[in-house]
């Protein structure tokens, strides 16, 4: 068989779980905005390669010098700004509106979920288009004018830090506590372009199998739960693969 066959054959086989699904939620990560132009983190030519994760994305990293952190965080939400969704996060925006996915749990911080139209966006990981005041809780969008001087400063004196999740920080509450609800309740869960090592975002397909429900993985590479939790792998992108469920659960083609 080759891998067109294959992935055909996986592909009634994902169809037929999500047609008798009535809770399917989607966990993404960086691969399903691989499409979108932005970099994922650990393949080859990844960001972590450019901006070691040890560097620049931990809190002891920004406490200790906020300007070096936030001169990437500068170029970055440039990119960021400049993206936008692909046919990947359009295919997940239809079938929830269709009724056909409850929700979209997203490592990412770029919004093109919602962007492309999803409603229900919980973002485990933060959204890089804000920025927060650790000292008081204010936050406000990130401009380029916000950033003209770095570090930017909030109006109570103290320094702004990207609303993002950084390592050696925790989960706000309300994601961890949506996600988790989610992953408890679902029965089928696609998980899309996630390597699935940062936890505790990889426990939610654990939680997901250990419920019952059926595990999708969308992935141009297997990952460590393809053979251990995954039902079905649908070796392919995002932005070709998630079309084609959408077309097909959502009745555009009945085939
Ligand atoms: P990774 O870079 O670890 O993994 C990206 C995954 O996407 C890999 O498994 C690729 O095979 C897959 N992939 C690439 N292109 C794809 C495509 N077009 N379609 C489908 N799959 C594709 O990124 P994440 O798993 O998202 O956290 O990383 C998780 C977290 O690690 C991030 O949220 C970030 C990082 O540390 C924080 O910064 C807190």
């Known amino acids: 068989m080759n891998p067109s066959e294959r992935l055909d054959e996986q592909l009634d086989a994902a169809i037929a779980l999500l047609r008798r699904a009535e809770h399917a939620v989607a966990v993404t990560g960086a691969g399903i905005s691989a499409e979108s132009g932005i970099p994922t983190f650990r393949e080859s030519g990844g960001f972590w390669e450019k901006y070691p994760p ?3 994305a931990t809190y002891s990293a920004f406490l200790k010098n906020p300007k070096k952190i936030w001169s990437m965080w500068r170029e970055r939400s440039a ?3 400049d993206s936008e969704p692909n046919a990947g996060h359009y295919a997940l925006a239809q079938l929830e509106e269709a009724g ?3 929700a979209v749990i997203t490592q990412n911080v ?3 979920h ?6 229900r966006v919980v973002e485990f990981h933060g959204n890089a288009r804000w920025m ?10 990130i401009t380029e004018e916000a950033l003209e001087r770095i570090p930017p400063k909030c109006s109570c004196g103290a320094i702004m830090k990207p609303d993002v999740v950084m390592f050696e920080e925790w989960i706000s509450d309300d994601a961890l506590a949506e996600a988790s609800s989610l992953a408890n309740r679902c029965d089928a869960m696609l998980v899309i372009g996630t390597s699935a090592q940062v936890y505790p975002a990889a426990s939610l397909p654990r939680t997901a199998k250990h419920n019952g429900a059926s595990i999708i ?3 141009i590479e297997p990952t460590g739960f393809t053979d251990t939790l995954t039902d079905v ?12 469920i959408a077309a097909r659960l959502t009745g555009e083609n009945g085939t």
């Open 54 to 56: 040890e560097q620049y």
């Open 79 to 81: 990119m960021l700004r």
């Open 100 to 102: 056909r996915l409850e």
């Open 110 to 112: 770029d919004n093109l």
């Open 114 to 119: 919602q962007d492309a139209g999803s409603k």
């Open 132 to 141: 927060r005041c650790k000292g008081c809780g204010h936050a406000e969008p």
């Open 217 to 219: 993985e969308v992935n």
């Open 233 to 244: 792998h649908l070796q392919g992108a995002a932005g070709e693969v998630l079309p084609r």
